[in-house]
């Protein structure tokens, strides 16, 4: 029980930084109206984030001792990903649609695109490994049921961090207003190129 609680909390706390790419197509989803994709898409993110939970707290430690040359290769690709995302949100245009909701909402579903997103961004796995291990480490006795519930936990927090971030949306969305989130979606770009830029340098040492 204990090892959900806290999963739980790591997923649900790891999610409120809106820098990382889910939070940013979750932000610009919102100011189009297009709440349900964009829960969808937290949805297909959070299975691909628990999947590397789970591969984390089950054997991060065990491979990276066995082949520490991986977590170099991990790094790049994840910090490259971060600068090709940035770059593609930081020219995208964004504007308020005008139909219904329900109408954009019954077009397609974003599973499958935050999904994909989460599981090429390994960089997950590292943040994953780090948080299991340090989370874990404090754990006098550590049974099969934690390292079970812990990722699935997880999944579960950063569902309901957006759920509530969308609900925020909702009520708000209007006072927000077109310039202002262009701004904001541009600020975060800019932030996942020096985020990008910066994990690039050191994606080495």
Known sequence: MLGALLGFSAGFLGSMPVSGPIALIVFRSSLKGHFGSAMRVVAGAAVAES???ALATFGYVQ???AYPFLAKYIRYIGASFLLLLGIVF???KVHFEVRPVS???EKSSGLRAGFVIALLNPTLF?????ASSTIFSWFT???FAD???FPIAAGLGIVSWFA???EIFKKYRERIGERVGLYAIRGAAVIMLVSGGFLLTQAGK
């Open 164 to 166: 509530i971030l969308l």
């Open 63 to 65: 491979i990276v001792a």
């Open 141 to 143: 006795k550590i049974t």
């Open 147 to 149: 390292m079970v519930l």
């Open 90 to 92: 930081m020219f995208q």
């Open 126 to 130: 590292l943040t994953w490994g780090s």
């Open 51 to 53: 999947a590397y939970c």
């Open 103 to 105: 109408e954009i909402d």
